[in-house]
């Protein structure tokens, strides 16, 4: 079993920025992929960043390109995202989840573990 818990949602200003931190079970930071999703009202789950610790490599959705980077500390293992030049549109829960290997990286159902997710909240 792999635990998640995310933190570091809030309150912020349009073009301001946050930092949200997953901390995770040592195992899920040795080969699983972990990923950032978010749920606003009234619209469905999506991607916000991935990265596989296997190789690093990282994934971006579309909405978040550039203002948004996916990284972790091993040695705590902790995973991070920080979010820049945030709109009101980012607001959502934002949740952590991971799986050793997801059929599909973007989709959420095939991540096995998840956190109880954190609100980010982007006033204009």
């Known amino acids: 079993q792999v635990q998640v818990v995310e933190s570091g949602g809030g309150l912020v200003q349009a073009g301001g920025s946050l930092r949200l931190s997953c901390a995770a079970s040592a195992r899920a930071f040795s080969t699983y992929y972990m990923a950032w999703f978010r749920q606003a009202p009234r619209k469905e789950r999506e991607l916000v960043a991935a990265?596989?610790?296997?190789?690093?490599?990282?994934l971006y959705g579309d909405p978040v390109k550039g203002r948004f980077t996916i990284s972790g500390d091993n040695a705590k293992n902790t995973l991070f995202l920080q979010m820049n030049s945030l709109k009101p549109e980012d607001t959502a829960v934002y949740f952590c989840?991971?799986?050793?290997?997801?059929?599909?990286?973007?989709?959420?159902?095939?991540?096995?573990?998840w956190g109880q997710g954190t609100q980010v909240t982007v006033s204009s």
């Open positions: 989840a991971a799986d050793p290997y997801p059929g599909n990286v973007v989709d959420g159902d095939s991540y096995a573990f």
């Open positions: 990265i596989s610790w296997r190789d690093g490599n990282t």
